[in-house]
């Protein structure tokens, strides 16, 4: 297996890849806690992919010679149907996946500096998340600068403020 992988802009014909990262993301241990269906039958869940894509999103997908391994994608939310790392209508909160089999390789840094970059090209101010306690990636969110403005149950809520 090569670690050769490419970028591209998430466009429409990525929804259902981007459901199964969503799947991914929210088994990120690899226990197998939701289904996809539970996921989208979930607002607090659905909201991450329904009507994909929507005016203000944005997203990139990672490929390698076997397809898509991994996405990032970011979509403003409202207080009124916040996502679980909402901090503000006018900071879009991203959700990130990346396949088991490619993990290690550097491909969820690639998404989120694209996401990251995508984003500071748009003029936003910053990206927020929820990463849940003992999920490795948090690490990959703290080097990247994303610091934890609040805390919802076993989940911290972080912020990258850009420039």
Do not use: C, K
Request: charged fraction near 25%; aromatic fraction near 8%.
């Amino acid at each position: 297996m090569t670690n050769a992988f490419s970028l591209r802009a998430a466009t429409h014909a990525d929804a259902a890849f981007l459901q199964r990262m969503l799947l991914v993301a929210f088994n990120w241990d690899g226990a197998e806690r939701f289904t996809l269906d539970r996921i989208l039958a979930m607002p607090e869940g659905a909201h991450y992919v329904d009507d994909w894509p929507r005016a203000d999103d944005f997203g990139v997908t990672a490929e390698d010679d076997d397809g898509p391994i991994g996405a990032a994608w970011a979509r403003f939310l409202t207080a009124a149907d916040p996502g679980y790392g909402f901090v503000a209508p006018d900071v879009p909160e991203l959700t990130i996946g990346v396949e088991a089999r490619v993990r290690g390789r550097g491909v969820g840094r690639a998404l989120l500096g694209e996401l990251t970059a995508q984003a500071e090209a748009r003029g936003i101010r910053a990206l927020s998340l929820s990463v849940e306690d003992n999920n490795g990636a948090r690490r990959l969110y703290e080097r990247a600068g994303f610091t934890t403005v609040g805390r919802n149950g076993g989940s911290d809520t972080m912020l990258l403020t850009l420039s």
